[in-house]
């Protein structure tokens, strides 16, 4: 966004490191300690009003989901079915957003594959159902990823309308168990993911060198990666290989958790996040570099992506494809248009080395 400062010391130490910036650049050209400077505070701004808060508020939220599913065990009822369904999706849709900043040294603990792994592997849940053992505390650490978290939790709980899901549920306590015991499992890796982030979360934001382990470095791929991810896994395979790979098959919420990430992509590009939205972004750091031209541009393709997904409300991803694909097609274009801004424009005005993207969204 278009940060106007408040007035409190750090603000008006950020707009003497501005002011600085601005007069040295018509003498000497730009010196790379005030924009070092204004990376920490970016940084951490980013890091206290945007990454902790949001993973905190996921972390209560899987908690929540945690607590329904536990009510639905003691009282399984078609209303106690429902409060789960409907804490799943909140808790979907609050991870997509914390997904933008599943990099650095969080990354590097694989703890997200235990959230959320997707597809989701329908063939050994059911295998793990119909062996003889039975499901007791732990169980789940002999899961593989694919086979806990959200997207396994989201089979067990939709997989059919909520009449015959819930007579799954009361003709197989084990099927009951194996829920219980990947909720608890995805609530304690919830509180692991968490508290990586909180002991990475200093070093991140004092992470101001410009190589890849930079913080702004880091966001700027992480910007890139989702765009890139999204058009792979989550776009183009739903529509080249059917509603199997859409990455919410069986509550058909991939459309919401899809925008749930972008609402996660601009609030990352903007500052737009906290209490009171007014942190600067990475908008203001391209206006600082004199490149406000760059940034128009960017806020018109997101304006554009904001539109294409706004023309697909109302019916979930899978039957936009299957019934009038081209407006998913609309999305994708947009997408693309933006993509080249910031992975090629974007990343060479802010000196941001792109590094390759292995995710295939899994």
């Known amino acids: 966004m278009k940060y106007f400062f408040p007035l409190t010391l750090g603000s008006i130490l950020l707009g003497m490191l501005l002011f600085t910036a601005c007069d040295t650049e018509e003498d000497d050209g730009l010196e790379e300690v005030d924009f070092a400077a204004l990376r920490q505070t970016q940084l951490t701004d980013l890091y206290d009003n945007e990454v902790l808060p949001l993973h905190e508020a996921f972390a209560v939220k899987v908690g929540e989901l945690n607590g329904s599913i536990t009510d639905f065990a003691a009282s399984p009822s078609t209303s106690t079915l429902e409060a789960v369904r409907t804490q799943w999706k909140e808790v979907a849709t609050l991870w997509k957003e914390c997904e933008m900043y599943n990099f650095g040294e969080v990354n590097r603990t694989f703890i997200h594959f235990r959230i959320h792994r997707w597809p989701t592997n329908v063939r050994i849940?059911?295998?793990?159902?119909?062996?003889?053992?039975?499901?007791?505390?732990?169980?789940?650490?002999?899961?593989?990823?694919?086979?806990?978290?959200?997207?396994a939790i989201e089979y067990l709980i939709f997989n059919g309308d909520a009449s015959t899901n819930l007579t799954q549920f009361t003709g197989s306590q084990k099927r009951m168990d194996f829920l219980v015991e990947i909720s608890s499992s995805l609530e304690e890796s919830t509180d692991e993911y968490v508290d990586a982030w909180k002991a990475y979360g200093p070093d991140f934001s004092v992470a101001v060198q410009s190589g890849l382990t930079g913080g702004q470095n880091l966001a700027v791929n992480s910007l890139v990666s989702w765009i890139e991810v999204s058009l792979k896994s989550r776009i183009n395979r739903l529509?080249?290989?059917?509603?199997?790979?859409?990455?919410?098959?069986?509550?058909?919420?991939?459309r919401e958790m899809l925008v749930s990430g972008f609402d996660a992509w601009k609030r990352l590009y903007s500052g737009e996040y906290g209490v009171n939205g007014t942190y600067p972004g990475l908008d203001d750091y391209l206006i600082s570099l004199e490149r406000g031209d760059l940034d128009t541009r960017i806020q018109e393709a997101i304006t554009n992506c904001d539109q294409a997904f706004s023309a697909?409300?109302?019916?979930?991803?899978?039957?936009?494809?299957?019934?009038?694909?081209?407006?998913?097609?609309?999305?994708?274009?947009?997408?693309?248009?933006?993509?080249?801004?910031?992975?090629?424009?974007?990343?060479s005005a802010m000196s941001v080395t792109i590094t390759p993207n292995a995710s295939d969204g899994d």
């Open 125 to 151: 849940i059911e295998d793990s159902l119909q062996s003889t053992g039975q499901v007791t505390d732990g169980y789940a650490e002999s899961l593989g990823s694919s086979s806990k978290g959200i997207a």
């Open 239 to 254: 529509i080249e290989e059917g509603v199997d790979e859409a990455e919410s098959p069986y509550a058909n919420a991939s």
């Open 312 to 347: 697909l409300a109302g019916k979930t991803l899978t039957e936009w494809v299957n019934e009038e694909v081209e407006k998913v097609n609309q999305l994708d274009d947009a997408l693309r248009a933006l993509l080249v801004l910031v992975k090629a424009d974007m990343s």
